[in-house]
């Protein structure tokens, strides 16, 4: 059993869950995942990692609440455990020397920019980040994102803290400055890192994404993930989950992001079903 150590509430229906899981931290690197089973009869589900630290022998995640299966694991508890942690899966990020970096965040996109950043940071990069989130109090690991970062712009969507605007308007201020970034990576929902790549082609500005949002199985066997990334296909558990974010297909990927979404508003009905206490017992109304 991998026990919770630690649990922390980010923002509505987003947790920090430190996990006891010595072998994975170990031989973690920014970038991988891992893929959890809560319970024996539980869904598997790849999750970015947040953290990692092998002297303890703990792995953290960060969780949203999303649907049935997301639920479950967020309200986890100090404690309570996942019979299955399998990982570090996936091509960990190529951290290296490059100069002036930008590394974007959008959402809980943060949590797995998080440790890029550092090992970016380390490697002797200048790392400027820009985080985004719609509002305020939907906005996660500043500080954490400032103690790796050289500079830290946050922008959010009614304006009610940074600068009012999008991750692109972030880029833009950077690039106002007369700083042209060597590299920018971006994690965040599909439509964000498609702006981003969107707006950085004409700058050729090399822009690496995290396609993790399709993944399912994570492990290439179900082609749920399949990508075209420059005219060939790809998956991101097995390929990626970065990618040259110039050569992504990202309209295409939407759509099979989109595949399930019946099936997951099937599981949220019934997870208000399971947890609801207005009596309905009906899964929605």
């Given at each position: ?149 050289d500079e830290v712009i946050v922008m ?107 099936e997951e508003a099937l599981a949220k ?17």
């Open positions: 059993m991998y026990q919770v150590v630690r649990k922390k509430s980010l923002a509505d229906a987003v947790v920090l869950l430190e996990i006891k899981a010595p072998a994975v931290a170990a031989k973690a690197r920014p970038g991988e995942f891992i893929i959890v089973r809560q319970f024996e009869n539980s869904e598997r589900i790849p999750l970015t990692m947040m953290d990692f630290d092998a002297e303890k022998g703990t792995v953290t995640l960060v969780v949203q609440d999303v649907g049935y299966s997301s639920a479950l694991i967020a309200q986890a508890a100090p404690g309570d455990g996942f019979v299955d942690f399998v990982g570090p899966l996936g091509r960990a990020t190529e951290i290296a020397r490059y100069g002036t970096v930008l590394c974007v965040g959008g959402g809980v996109g943060i949590a797995p920019i998080f440790p890029i950043a550092r090992g970016l940071r380390a490697a002797g990069n200048h790392v400027v980040s820009v985080l985004g989130a719609r509002s305020r109090d939907l906005l996660i690991l500043e500080e954490e994102m400032r103690g790796v970062s959010t969507d009614d304006g009610s803290y940074g600068r009012k605007g999008f991750v692109t308007h972030g880029i833009q201020a950077v690039l106002e400055r007369g700083v042209k970034p060597d590299v920018i990576w971006a994690i965040g929902p599909m439509i964000m890192m498609k702006s981003v790549a969107a707006f950085t082609r004409p700058f050729d500005i090399k822009t690496i994404v995290s396609m993790n949002p399709i993944m399912v199985d994570g492990t290439g066997m179900c082609g749920a993930c399949r990508l075209e990334v420059g005219g060939k296909t790809r998956f991101a558990c097995v390929d990626g989950p970065e990618f040259d974010g110039h050569l992504v297909n990202f309209d295409l990927a939407m759509k099979r992001a989109a595949f399930y979404k019946g009905r019934q997870e208000h079903a399971l947890t609801c206490d207005c009596g309905c017992g009906k899964g929605g109304h």
